[in-house]
């Protein structure tokens, strides 16, 4: 309908990978890579038309590419029904996708330090924008940290992409041994960085957003919320998110992020709804609360 | 030759029976960008209150087989943002508007009533029955035959009478006839059913409740059946109140059923999750059936089931 927004396309599977413990499954999609920038995502409906799985899955965009008119990779690894089918697609088998979805992350206007935070299969999100970063003169850090070895996506692309790329791992089988957050603090001090782009678990991106804090510079954090339909129209994805009025809404992650400034999300208070969040309980008078009963339809 | 699709609701005449289900598509505005929104019979909104609402903490969802269960909690930007934002963009766009309205009491429903008749281009008001009410310790009002009464007495009251009021009912209530028939003694102009089917997921790995709050509502093509029936039944009791049904239609064919069992238009819920395309897909799959069985006007096909010597014989 729109040059910009997101489109529905039945997409033939081009190769699906297995990467460590990652598959990646690239289709071709022009119309999706042609609208798609960097912190963007797509959902992909599993199980075919008659699916007893009604929900699409989520997935970030982890490259595009001009090959066949246009191609988009995404990461997986195997958690649930839906991914295990995934997992099973072969060359020429079509995908119902959509996208691309979400808010892309900012970019800057000057060539400044960048140093990007991806947790886990977070860090797919990083690669493309790393490119674009580059593209524009950027100085780009890479920090990723995994579980261990196998879970540590494309070391070498990231060594590629980036300036330096520092590794950690929680049992110390790749890099150095401890949490991506223990490392990040130095990256930023050796790189001058003067932004931090971050995608993984939410309490990951809350310390990021705090040792962001620590240096007083910006941070950009791509969030990975659960999601019923990514365009925004069921409400099942929303975080507390501070306004540029100041007012604390309940956002939608799949439309008014999934990249948000991390100081402007209330991380200790995800999972509630803030007592001063617009249109929260005793905003006004609060009604009859408690019980199995309470439950608004919708 | 394409069956003349045009459908009757009360005093108001659509152009197809394929709605979009309130709380599934916002006010349109997300699923224009993947079609043409004045294309379907009309959009049910998200239902409105008068005041924000943040509605309940998450987790919301979580998915269960061939549905989902959510509990969302309304939230929305109350009243006045919607009449100045959500209902001129879908006019704009020559969309159709059917608002939902939800509310805490009787004087809520009344003053949303006022309001929204007051405001240019709304089609028909639908009314969300499956809110608590704080007078009978969070009970919807759908669980009281009496109380929803009173809500439909006070909306239709205060409602442009040339905009027709439909009750939307829930299907887990002691007696929904009764329920339906209360509904139309207060003046309804017709029903909507069925709202979710109350349910709870236990989340495998923490053995708690998916939804936050525990319990939640089942939607998706799981329950069709279940609203299949109820339209039905209800169909059966009132001939003559015109239906919008829904509840898990996924295909034209769904549509048709609900068609068949007495809806006179069908709403399209949870599907536009998974497909955003599913309404004028269904539309044009219903509009393929139809011809295919050589009907000419969709109405023709409106309560066949019952026609049919009803239930088929036990054998
Ligand atoms: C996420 C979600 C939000 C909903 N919000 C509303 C609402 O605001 N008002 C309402 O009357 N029904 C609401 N419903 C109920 C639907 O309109 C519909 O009656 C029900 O989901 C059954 O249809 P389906 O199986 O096609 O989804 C909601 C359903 C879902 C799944
Ligand atoms: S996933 Fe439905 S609104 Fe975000």
């Known amino acids: 309908m729109s040059d910009f927004g997101p489109v529905q396309t039945r997409s033939p599977v081009l190769t699906v990978r297995r990467?460590?413990?990652?598959?990646?499954?690239?289709?071709?999609?022009?119309?999706?890579?042609?609208?798609?920038?960097?912190?963007?995502?797509?959902?992909?409906?599993?199980?075919?038309?008659?699916?007893?799985?009604?929900?699409?899955?989520?997935?970030?965009?982890?490259?595009?590419?001009?090959?066949?008119g246009g191609t988009v990779e995404f990461l997986f690894s195997v958690r649930g029904q839906g991914t295990a089918w995934l997992a099973e697609r072969r060359s020429r088998d079509l995908l119902d996708v959509v996208g691309p979805l979400g808010r892309p992350f900012p970019l800057p206007r000057d060539p400044v330090n960048c140093v990007l935070a991806g947790g886990g299969s977070g860090s797919a999100v990083l690669f493309p924008l790393a490119q674009s970063l580059r593209r524009r003169g950027c100085r780009v850090d890479f920090v990723i940290g995994a579980a261990s070895a196998d879970r540590v996506f494309s070391a070498i692309t990231a060594r590629r992409a980036a300036a330096t790329a520092t590794f950690t791992t929680d049992d110390g089988s790749f890099g150095l041994r401890g949490r991506l957050t223990d490392a990040l603090g130095q990256v930023i001090e050796d790189a001058r960085s003067d932004v931090v782009y971050a995608c993984g678990p939410m309490p990951m991106l809350r310390e990021v957003t705090a040792i962001a804090g620590v240096y007083g510079i910006p941070v950009q954090v791509s969030v990975e919320e659960a999601m019923a339909c990514g365009t925004g129209i069921c409400m099942s994805c929303v975080i507390p998110v501070v306004g540029e009025d100041g007012i604390t809404r309940m956002a939608r992650s799949c439309v008014d992020g999934p990249v948000f400034r991390g100081e402007r999300v209330r991380f200790d208070d995800i999972g509630t709804i803030p007592f001063d969040a617009l249109g929260a309980p005793g905003w006004k008078a609060q009604s009859g609360e408690g019980g199995v009963a309470d439950r608004e339809a919708g | 030759?394409?069956?003349?699709?045009?459908?009757?609701?009360?005093?108001?005449?659509?152009?197809?029976?394929?709605?979009?289900?309130?709380?599934?598509?916002?006010?349109?505005?997300?699923?224009?960008?993947f079609f043409d929104i004045a294309r379907i019979g009309a959009v049910v909104t998200k239902s409105v209150m008068l005041e924000p609402h943040a509605g309940r903490p998450a987790p919301r969802m979580a998915e269960t087989p061939s549905g989902m269960v959510s509990a969302i909690g309304l939230q929305g930007p109350g009243v006045e943002v919607f009449l100045q934002r959500d209902l001129p963009w879908l006019m704009s766009r020559g969309g159709r508007a059917v608002v939902s309205v939800a509310g805490s009491g009787v004087a809520e429903y009344?003053?949303?009533?006022?309001?929204?008749?007051?405001?240019?281009?709304?089609?028909?008001?639908?009314?969300?029955?499956?809110?608590?009410?704080?007078?009978?310790?969070g009970r919807h009002f759908a669980d009281d035959a009496a109380e929803a009464a009173r809500i439909v007495h006070a909306v239709r009251s205060n409602t442009r009478s040339d905009i027709p009021v439909f009750a939307k009912l829930a299907p887990d209530v002691p007696d929904l006839t009764a329920l339906a028939g209360a509904c139309v003694e207060a003046h309804a102009d017709g029903l909507s059913m069925i709202n979710s089917v109350r349910g709870m997921a236990i989340d495998p790995r923490t053995l708690r409740p998916a939804v936050a709050g525990g319990m939640g509502g089942v939607s998706g093509p799981a329950i069709r059946p279940i609203a299949v029936g109820c339209v039905y039944e209800v169909h059966t009791a009132f001939p003559d109140v015109p239906i919008i049904g829904m509840g898990g239609v996924r295909t034209g064919a769904d549509a048709l059923e609900f068609l068949a069992a007495g809806a006179s238009a069908v709403a399209v819920g949870s599907v536009n999750f998974s497909d955003p395309s599913a309404c004028v897909r269904i539309l044009r799959e219903l509009e393929e059936a139809l011809a295919e069985r050589g009907v000419s006007r969709v109405a023709e096909v409106v309560g066949a089931a019952h026609r049919n010597g009803g239930a088929a014989p036990n054998r």
Do not use: W
């Open chain 2, 1 to 33: 030759m394409s069956p003349d699709m045009r459908t009757r609701l009360g005093r108001v005449e659509l152009d197809n029976p394929v709605l979009a289900a309130s709380g599934c598509a916002g006010s349109g505005r997300e699923l224009a960008q």
């Open chain 2, 110 to 137: 009344q003053e949303l009533a006022r309001r929204i008749s007051g405001a240019e281009g709304v089609e028909m008001v639908e009314i969300n029955l499956s809110c608590p009410n704080p007078a009978a310790q």
């Open chain 1, 19 to 68: 990467v460590d413990a990652y598959y990646a499954i690239t289709i071709v999609a022009p119309q999706v890579a042609e609208r798609f920038r960097s912190g963007q995502f797509i959902s992909v409906a599993v199980g075919g038309d008659q699916s007893s799985m009604l929900l699409r899955r989520p997935f970030a965009i982890h490259d595009v590419k001009p090959d066949y």
